[in-house]
């Protein structure tokens, strides 16, 4: 099985990009808004859930006019809310993965507009809806602090109305968040009927979509496969935008920009990730470990499909920057570029080369 996997480190200054929805302890107001944060015996780390990357992937995706994708429909009942979940038609159920579960009484929606747009589902013999799933090819980690930070708690007031100023509390916080993901391409475009959790990805309705579409079947899978030009185009489309990634809350406050200031991609075979340990922070000063890259890219020679691309935006740690320009490992090519363009690299790779990974 072929992935494409990689890390990126993003810049946050004084930054409160995940939020926690609790209240500040010991706060002088009864007004809050906490970060999000793991606390350890080393300090208090600040972190993003993979959750919220995955809603600014997602909305860096649909909003960017030049980059192809087309999102699902999202269908709000009263304790649960699913996507149409057909990846069929829609990208992101594809590539992000579902979990559509309506209740028994989702029936009763027939009328409502925007219900009555989305896949009808497969019934069991009680006139009840069958669940799909599907376990997403797209894997993203939580981002965490690459070192412990002091928070920052600051105190403001609303004072634009008449009477007394309304007094409020945030926190915030500076440093360099972590992050990994890994796409599995030979999930991508492919969708199971099997009857277990994660791959029951079409019921008896979308099957037959799927016959209709023409889609590839494979019978010793229980699966049918979209054709290798539709499964490259989304693909790339979802690597364009990591490199444009954009959101956060507090940015009216803060403005983060959270596209990666780094980011060392490849392609690989198998799921294990070689570019985990290479960035270190003590007392406040980041670290690139040029060894453990070589090292770790030494012990995936075999492995590597593609050139190892590296993206580093001009400006961010210059000085560790540079000792990428000595950098050379026997046998393996190396890309050098920003973060855009070594993701714009390995999404041009990815079309010119599907000989390599798509077996």
Same mark, same amino acid.
């Given at each position: 099985?072929? #992935?494409?996997?990689?890390?990126?480190?993003?810049?946050? $200054?004084?930054?409160?990009?995940?939020?926690?929805? !609790?209240?500040?302890?010991?706060?002088?107001?009864?007004?809050? /808004?906490?970060?999000?944060?793991?606390?350890?015996?080393?300090? @208090?780390?600040?972190?993003?859930?993979?959750?919220?990357?995955?809603?600014?992937?997602? *909305?860096?995706? %649909?909003?960017?006019?030049?980059?192809?994708?087309?999102? /699902?429909?999202?269908?709000?009942?009263?304790?649960?809310?699913?996507?149409?979940?057909?990846?069929?038609?829609?990208? @992101? @159920?594809?590539?992000?993965?579902?979990?559509?579960?309506?209740?028994?009484?989702?029936?009763?929606?027939?009328?409502?507009?925007?219900?009555?747009?989305?896949?009808?589902? %497969? +019934?069991?013999?009680?006139?009840?809806?069958?669940?799909?799933?599907?376990?997403?090819?797209?894997?993203?980690?939580?981002?965490?602090?690459?070192? $412990?930070? =002091?928070?920052?708690?600051?105190?403001?007031?609303?004072?634009?109305? +008449?009477?007394?100023?309304?007094?409020?509390?945030?926190? #915030?916080?500076?440093?360099?968040?972590?992050?990994?993901?890994?796409?599995?391409?030979?999930?991508?475009? &492919?969708?199971?009927?099997?009857?277990?959790?994660?791959?029951?990805?079409?019921?008896?309705?979308?099957?037959?979509?799927?016959?209709?579409?023409?889609? %590839?079947?494979?019978?010793? +899978?229980?699966?049918?496969?979209? $054709?290798?030009?539709?499964?490259? =185009?989304?693909?790339? /489309?979802?690597?364009?935008?990591?490199?444009?990634?954009?959101?956060?809350?507090?940015?009216?406050?803060?403005?983060?920009?959270?596209?990666?200031?780094?980011?060392?991609?490849?392609?690989?075979?198998?799921? *294990?990730? $070689?570019?985990?340990?290479?960035?270190?922070? &003590?007392?406040?000063?980041?670290?690139?470990?040029?060894?453990?890259?070589? &090292?770790?890219?030494?012990?995936?020679?075999?492995?590597?499909?593609?050139?190892?691309?590296?993206?580093?935006?001009?400006?961010?740690?210059? %000085? !560790?920057?540079?000792?990428?320009?000595?950098?050379?490992?026997?046998?393996?090519?190396?890309?050098?570029?920003?973060? =855009?363009?070594?993701? /714009?690299?390995?999404?041009?790779?990815?079309?010119? *080369?599907?000989? &390599?990974?798509?077996?």
């Amino acid at each position: 099985m072929s #992935f494409i996997t990689g890390m990126m480190l993003i810049d946050a $200054p004084a930054s409160a990009l995940n939020n926690s929805g !609790e209240s500040i302890q010991g706060a002088r107001t009864e007004n809050t /808004s906490a970060v999000k944060f793991i606390s350890t015996s080393r300090g @208090d780390f600040p972190y993003v859930t993979a959750q919220a990357v995955r809603y600014w992937l997602r *909305n860096t995706l %649909e909003q960017s006019e030049d980059i192809e994708w087309y999102p /699902s429909i999202v269908y709000r009942e009263d304790k649960v809310a699913y996507t149409d979940a057909n990846p069929l038609v829609y990208w @992101d @159920d594809d590539l992000l993965g579902y979990m559509r579960a309506p209740s028994r009484k989702a029936g009763s929606r027939a009328g409502d507009d925007l219900f009555d747009k989305l896949t009808p589902m %497969e +019934e069991d013999s009680k006139g009840n809806p069958k669940p799909v799933t599907r376990a997403a090819p797209m894997r993203v980690s939580t981002f965490v602090s690459l070192g $412990p930070v =002091r928070i920052t708690n600051d105190f403001g007031v609303m004072a634009r109305q +008449e009477g007394d100023p309304a007094p409020y509390e945030h926190q #915030f916080y500076r440093a360099t968040l972590h992050g990994l993901f890994s796409l599995d391409l030979g999930m991508a475009g &492919k969708f199971f009927y099997r009857r277990r959790t994660g791959f029951q990805n079409l019921d008896a309705v979308r099957v037959k979509l799927a016959t209709e579409r023409g889609l %590839e079947h494979l019978p010793g +899978e229980l699966a049918y496969r979209l $054709p290798r030009e539709e499964r490259i =185009r989304r693909v790339r /489309s979802i690597l364009i935008g990591l490199g444009r990634l954009q959101g956060g809350a507090k940015q009216t406050l803060h403005y983060t920009d959270v596209t990666p200031a780094v980011t060392i991609l490849a392609f690989i075979k198998g799921g *294990n990730h $070689p570019f985990n340990y290479l960035f270190t922070e &003590k007392g406040g000063v980041v670290r690139f470990q040029e060894d453990v890259l070589a &090292k770790a890219v030494s012990d995936a020679r075999a492995d590597l499909l593609s050139p190892v691309f590296i993206g580093w935006k001009h400006g961010y740690l210059p %000085e !560790e920057r540079a000792k990428l320009e000595q950098l050379t490992i026997d046998g393996v090519e190396i890309k050098h570029g920003t973060p =855009r363009e070594a993701f /714009s690299g390995a999404a041009d790779w990815l079309a010119q *080369n599907a000989d &390599k990974w798509d077996r």
